[in-house]
């Protein structure tokens, strides 16, 4: 999974409020009188910043709102539709999402980082999705809360689904600090796997099933470059003639595996965290 950072998006998000707040400010007025208990959720000042809710404040809203107006979870109740319509209908539905990906200039999936997400298909239509973190169908108030939209590939948006990451404390990516998420275990030559660190989403996304059952030749390839006797040692000292020349680190990285170094590039460049974390653990 990638790390998204919120201060690295501020400009964007006001953007994004600038372009649809006003759809959600005359969905409401059109559900005035059906929504009157809600003034205060529902008021111009809210809404404007519900809008740039972190992960921690949308957390706590949830917490807040279940207690408040449990009317909210009938998804059969008027309530909840009224809000639907605003939030969903009228909110999310009406987002250029090509755009919205324009904006955000993130190349591949947040959660996976194995598929490219700014393609377009034979008609045009951009092939990348945007998952909610906090679903969308149990809690429609945060579908347009823009750091709750999370660029993903059809794949893991599609296995995520309604998942509960509200009550499975799941971290989201603009919440999470940078740590290592792939091992590899090396029981032999013939009989390498990745481990994945726990987490209950990316278990939820089987990210360690599709890795192994899909792409172990890549790590075939980085045990035999970096970690064999015959060979490892050739480009320790390749990485030391680069080093020599001034060259930097990231950049030797990027020559040797073709995988990004800094965790803020990983997006550019498919497999890039798992080539870093695969690659540091073989000593590279």
């Known amino acids: 999974m990638l790390i998204l950072k919120i201060d690295d998006y501020k400009s964007k998000a006001l953007i994004f409020k600038n372009s649809y707040k006003q759809n959600l400010l005359d969905a409401r007025d059109e559900k005035q009188e059906e929504l009157d208990i809600f003034y205060e959720l529902l008021s111009d000042e809210f809404i404007d910043k519900l809008i740039l809710y972190t992960p921690k404040q949308q957390y706590k809203l949830i917490s807040i709102i279940s207690k408040k107006y449990p009317i909210l979870e009938d998804r059969n109740s008027d309530e909840y539709k009224a809000f639907r319509y605003i939030f969903i209908d009228s909110g999310y539905d009406q987002i250029d999402k090509k755009e919205f990906y324009n904006q955000l200039g993130i190349n591949s999936c947040v959660y996976c980082n194995r598929n490219y997400i700014f393609n377009l298909d034979e008609n045009g239509h951009i092939k990348g999705q945007i998952d909610h973190f906090y679903d969308k169908a149990s809690y429609p108030y945060l579908a347009m809360s823009f750091y709750?939209?999370?660029?993903?590939?059809?794949?893991?948006?599609?296995?995520?689904?309604?998942?509960?990451?509200?009550?499975?404390?799941?971290?989201?990516?603009?919440?999470?600090?940078?740590?290592?998420?792939?091992?590899v275990e090396i029981d032999s030559v013939y009989n390498l796997k990745y481990k994945i660190q726990d987490d209950n989403l990316l278990e939820k996304l089987f990210i360690e099933k599709i890795y192994n059952d899909g792409h172990t030749d890549m790590l075939n390839d980085m045990y035999e470059k970096f970690y064999q006797e015959e060979t490892k040692e050739h480009f320790k000292l390749l990485k030391k003639e680069f080093q020599n020349l001034g060259i930097l680190d990231s950049e030797i990285h990027r020559y040797l595996t073709c995988g990004y170094f800094d965790k803020e590039d990983f997006h550019k460049r498919t497999f890039s965290k798992l080539i870093k974390d695969i690659t540091q653990e073989l000593g590279l």
Do not use: H, Q, W
């Open 148 to 183: 709750n939209l999370i660029p993903s590939c059809a794949s893991c948006n599609k296995v995520k689904g309604s998942y509960n990451t509200y009550e499975n404390n799941s971290v989201s990516p603009y919440m999470r600090e940078e740590s290592k998420i792939f091992d």
